[in-house]
């Protein structure tokens, strides 16, 4: 039997083309607000977006000439208790996975790719990670 890493799928991460039309769509046709910004100095280059029960889909505008119109989809992030043990894992079985940091949102992450070059995101939440504090926040990326 297999031990299970993976708690819960933690977000899905899209691309946009106009930040305020996709937030406006999912405070109207969904009810939800944006948990926290992502900005690079003063520019607003995407948000969180909290569905409730750890469960959140996070946007970030990207660019006219780099929008795919069948590519939105950036990554998959999954949650786990244990960060360490699912790279260890993840390694053990032949799979490149970058190394763990604390990302700027206060979350444990990591990276790896399934065999179909899908994405994924590996977090781990600390107690400090933005997503289970205040709303209206700003988180400044660094990349």
Aim: proline share 2%.
């Amino acid at each position: 039997m297999t031990t299970q890493l993976v708690k819960q799928v933690a977000h899905t991460c899209i691309f946009a083309r106009d930040l305020d039309a996709v937030e406006t769509f999912y405070r109207v046709v969904c009810g939800v607000a944006p948990k926290f910004d992502f900005k690079r100095g003063d520019d607003r280059i995407g948000f969180y977006l909290d569905f409730g029960h750890r469960t959140f889909v996070e946007v970030f505008l990207k660019g006219e000439s780099r929008f795919d119109e069948s590519n939105q989809i950036n990554h998959i992030c999954f949650e786990t208790d244990d960060i360490d043990a699912f790279m260890a894992n993840a390694k053990s079985k032949g799979v490149t996975v970058t190394d763990k940091k604390l990302g700027v949102d206060h979350t444990w992450q990591c990276w790896l790719a399934d065999p179909s070059g899908v994405k994924l995101e590996i977090f781990q939440y600390t107690e400090n990670s933005m997503q289970f504090g205040p709303d209206g926040v700003d988180c400044q990326v660094d990349w």
